[in-house]
């Protein structure tokens, strides 16, 4: 099994199931005889065996949902991959990789604001809300052929340099 390659709340997950199962596999073979002798007994094995397969249902089920990521997130539902661009704002510019030219499809912007004023990205007609200093959004936007202006639109930082051209082909 590759817990390693499975996200943190899917291997918690999968923890934590693990965890109350073995409890109670350990407190009904070491504890429950100890206090009780004859263990289930006549009257208690019928709740023993039933707990013992909704334990057991519970942990394949657990096996099947933390057990199995999800599609990447950022995979188009034709199964063709989301193109992510990163991009960094400051004052007063937007720093994108070097790009000659991109094909037509669905790209992910992720923008990180390493200004110390609030930035936003204006990509064709979709845009980012406010980001603050520090912070990173993102912003997914279908590109067709041509040229695709980016910007930021707070008040005169479009003036002061904050825009850029992405060629599409």
């Given at each position: 099994m590759l817990v390693a390659?499975?996200?943190?709340?899917?291997?918690?997950?999968l923890a934590v199931t693990g965890g109350v199962f073995i409890a109670f596999a350990l407190s009904a073979s070491f504890l429950a005889p100890r206090r009780w002798p004859d263990f289930p007994g006549k009257n208690g094995l019928?709740?023993?065996?039933?707990?013992?397969?909704?334990?057991?249902?519970?942990?394949?089920?657990?096996?099947?949902?933390f057990g199995v990521e999800k599609s990447e997130a950022g995979t188009?539902?034709?199964?063709?991959?989301?193109?992510?661009?990163?991009?960094?704002?400051?004052?007063?510019?937007?720093?994108?990789?070097?790009?000659?030219?991109?094909?037509?499809?669905?790209y992910t912007f992720v923008v990180k604001n390493d200004g110390k004023v609030a930035h936003n990205l204006v990509v064709g007609t979709?845009?980012?809300?406010?980001?603050?200093?520090?912070?990173?959004?993102?912003?997914?936007?279908p590109l067709e052929a041509g040229t695709?202006?980016?910007?930021?639109?707070?008040?005169?930082?479009?003036?002061?340099?904050?825009?850029?051209?992405?060629?599409?082909a």
């Amino acid at each position: 099994m590759l817990v390693a390659g499975l996200s943190t709340g899917h291997m918690i997950g999968l923890a934590v199931t693990g965890g109350v199962f073995i409890a109670f596999a350990l407190s009904a073979s070491f504890l429950a005889p100890r206090r009780w002798p004859d263990f289930p007994g006549k009257n208690g094995l019928s709740v023993f065996i039933i707990a013992s397969v909704v334990l057991f249902a519970a942990m394949i089920t657990a096996v099947e949902v933390f057990g199995v990521e999800k599609s990447e997130a950022g995979t188009e539902a034709h199964g063709e991959a989301a193109k992510t661009i990163d991009v960094t704002e400051s004052e007063y510019k937007i720093a994108l990789p070097s790009l000659t030219s991109l094909a037509p499809g669905t790209y992910t912007f992720v923008v990180k604001n390493d200004g110390k004023v609030a930035h936003n990205l204006v990509v064709g007609t979709k845009t980012t809300a406010l980001i603050p200093p520090g912070e990173t959004a993102e912003l997914t936007v279908p590109l067709e052929a041509g040229t695709v202006s980016l910007f930021c639109s707070v008040d005169g930082h479009r003036q002061l340099g904050m825009n850029a051209t992405i060629s599409v082909a």
